[in-house]
């Protein structure tokens, strides 16, 4: 069973930094593109960040580029998102994201097959 959990979520000042991880399990996502999206209250989910099956190609949210990075790490089968700046604007739940094949990436909802938990971010003004 495929298990995609979130952590590093918090309370944070404006201008503060977190670093949200998301370890997988029931699955080697080697060969899979691997996301991140959002939902703050009262709005829809939206993307935030992805990253290529071959970990050399990433992609941004223009709400987000500059501030986020996505990372990935094959050995420990998890994806990072190191989000410096934060802005109240980021306080969302954070949910991690995969494809249901290989080589996807899954940059829109129609793309996610998986979905983690999710972890609150709260920025403060």
């Known amino acids: 069973q495929v298990q995609l959990v979130e952590s590093g979520g918090g309370l944070v000042q404006a201008g503060g930094s977190l670093r949200l991880s998301c370890a997988a399990s029931g699955r080697t996502f080697s060969n899979y593109g691997m996301g991140w999206f959002r939902q703050a209250p009262g709005k829809e989910r939206e993307f935030v960040a992805a990253i290529s099956w071959s970990g050399r190609s990433t992609y941004y949210a223009d709400s987000v580029k500059g501030r986020f990075t996505i990372s990935r790490d094959y050995g420990k089968n998890t994806v990072y998102l190191q989000m410096n700046s934060l802005r109240p604007e980021d306080t969302a739940v954070y949910s991690c994201?995969?494809?249901?094949?290989?080589?996807?990436?899954?940059?829109?909802?129609?793309?996610?097959?998986?979905w983690g938990q999710g972890t609150q971010v709260t920025v403060s003004s």
């Open positions: 994201a995969a494809p249901k094949n290989e080589f996807i990436l899954p940059d829109q909802t129609n793309r996610v097959f998986y």
